[in-house]
Nanobody, 122 residues
Framework: QVQLVESGGGLVQAGGSLRLSCAAS????????MGWFRQAPGKEREFVAA????????YYAGSVKGRFTISRDNAKNTVYLQMNSLKPEDTAVYYC???????????????WGQGTQVTVSS
């Protein structure tokens, strides 16, 4: 079992930045690839970014590429999502998730956090 807790969400103006954190506990953090997903009201949960177990491979959704950066610190059992140049359409609940092998497929992730709200005002 892996327990995941997100933090860092909030209200920000368009063009601003936020950094989300996801702290993991339980089984060895470095054994899991990590992903960030988001879900806006009335929409399905969608992939945002993923990082391999070592951090060597990174994947991004087209809508966030060049604006968001995923990273991890295995010594701190934490994965981050740096979000720059935020847009109103980035407004959503953001979730981190863990899976054995890095993938962009939502259904492949076994463990999920409770989510953190990000609201971008225009």
């Amino acid at each position: 079992q892996v327990q995941l807790v997100e933090s860092g969400g909030g209200l920000v103006q368009a063009g601003g930045s936020l950094r989300l954190s996801c702290a993991a506990s339980g089984r060895t953090f470095s054994s899991y690839a990590m992903g960030w997903f988001r879900q806006a009201p009335g929409k399905e949960r969608e992939f945002v970014a993923a990082i391999s177990r070592s951090g060597a491979r990174l994947y991004y959704a087209g809508s966030v590429k060049g604006r968001f950066t995923i990273s991890r610190d295995n010594a701190k059992n934490t994965v981050y999502l740096q979000m720059n140049s935020l847009k109103p359409e980035d407004t959503a609940v953001y979730y981190c998730a863990a899976t054995p092998v890095v993938t962009t497929a939502t259904r492949a992730y076994d463990y999920w956090g409770q989510g953190t709200q990000v609201t971008v005002s225009s």
